[in-house]
């Protein structure tokens, strides 16, 4: 969906769970929740997979 897109997008910036909850006027659990189905989604167990992946696709950032 498009808020999955949303929320890989910032974890692959770097924000974390709360920060994304602030910028999208979400609760952090709702975060937490859409992070672990995203790894479902995508077959990946941590997040630190998940940020990897995101940088991978390109939507997330790559460290300099």
């Known amino acids: 969906s498009e808020r999955d897109l949303e ?4 974890l692959g910036e770097g924000r974390s769970f709360a920060q ?4 999208l ?3 952090y659990k709702t975060v ?3 992070a672990t189905a995203i790894k479902s ?8 997979d998940l940020i ?4 991978e696709m390109g ?4 460290a300099p």
């Open 7 to 10: 929320i890989l997008r910032m």
């Open 20 to 23: 994304i909850a602030s910028a």
């Open 25 to 27: 006027g979400l609760g």
């Open 32 to 34: 937490a929740n859409s």
């Open 41 to 48: 989604k995508l077959g990946v167990a941590r997040t630190a």
């Open 52 to 55: 990897r992946l995101s940088v």
């Open 59 to 62: 939507i997330g950032r790559s």
